[in-house]
């Protein structure tokens, strides 16, 4: 089984894979609101709750403080090997971001300058499907784009498994996308795919109808917070035709189920999916919303 965990951070994002070979991988280190009152830090619970003492691989889609909120904790993972936009230099990572962000990103330049080597013929090498349970891994960065916006610098990255397709972008914005759609190889990979992670927390600047058509999710998550004016999780979750998000049954903590095309962090807490191969032989996509009751549709 290949397992997703989009864990509930807020305004940011952190995501754990498992794949059917039982290796372990992370993409982005959100851990919630700023505020320590809701801090939750999904590294550190992945090791005190799921067992997991080593991950194998991390992807850092960007170095904006919500998608590296967790850096402290890296270390302690002990990850084998890291994926990031390695074309951005130090200097324009912190003209990208807040002063008061500093001590982090210090952080993530120090990590990023001991991960430096390619891992390439080894059980590490991402090429290579059999090392990851036959789980077909690629990915993408638009890195012609203006360097003022690291959102558009965001690794893309698409995970397939029994015919079943994932793309988990960053802050990736319309410009982002629009140099990715270019790309054959990129548009032969995200065609088609089953689950789309919404690009900039379901915000507005990250919304591409031309993506939204090319990829035709069954549904797509947003990892956020509370709703901001920028908002546009309506676009995603209505049934709105001409961007072709078909609806997926979402499975709820007390056993009932609805349709659904949009499911959030932040109505549906903690959402987990599943591709696995059923004991009638037929591949199966779940979607299981753990903290969702039944009520919330948005």
């Keep these: 089984m290949l397992e997703f965990v989009f864990w509930d951070v807020q305004h940011g994002h952190a995501t754990y894979i498992r794949t059917p070979n039982n290796r372990h991988m992370v993409v982005d280190l959100g851990i919630g609101s700023f505020s320590t009152k809701h801090e939750f830090s999904p590294l550190r619970h992945l090791r005190n709750n799921y067992g997991v003492q080593q991950l194998d691989y991390v992807i850092i889609t960007h170095p904006h403080r919500d998608h590296i909120d967790d850096i402290f904790e890296f270390d302690n993972m002990n990850p084998k090997t890291l994926h990031r936009p390695r074309h951005l230099s130090a200097d324009v990572i912190r003209a990208g971001n807040k002063s008061g962000d500093f001590n982090k990103i210090d952080k993530y330049l120090e990590i990023e300058g001991r991960y430096n080597l390619p891992v390439l013929g080894t059980p590490g090498d991402i090429d ?55 790309d054959i190889k990129f548009c032969t990979a995200s065609q088609n795919a089953d689950v789309l992670l919404a690009p900039h927390h379901g915000r507005e600047s990250g919304f591409c109808p031309e993506l939204m058509d090319h990829v035709r999710p069954r549904f797509v998550v947003i990892s956020d917070g509370p709703a901001g004016e920028t908002s546009c999780t309506e676009k995603y979750a209505a049934k709105i035709r001409q961007y072709r998000t078909t609806g997926w049954r979402g499975y709820y903590r007390d056993n009932t189920w609805d349709e659904r095309f949009c499911v959030t962090t932040r109505c549906d807490g903690m959402i987990r999916v599943r591709v696995f191969k059923s004991s009638d032989n037929v591949n199966r996509l779940n979607l299981i919303l753990h903290d969702g009751t039944g009520q919330n549709r948005n």
Excluded at 141 to 166: A, D, P, Q, R, W
Aim: charged share 15%; glycine share 8%; net charge neutral.
């Design 128 to 182: 290579v499907p059999a090392n990851w349970g036959n789980v077909r891994m690629s990915f993408f960065v638009s890195n012609g784009c203006n360097t003022n916006n690291l959102n558009n610098h965001s690794v893309v990255s698409i995970f397939e498994y029994l015919g079943v397709k994932i793309v988990i972008p960053g802050d990736n914005e319309k410009i982002s996308w629009n140099e990715l759609l270019k």
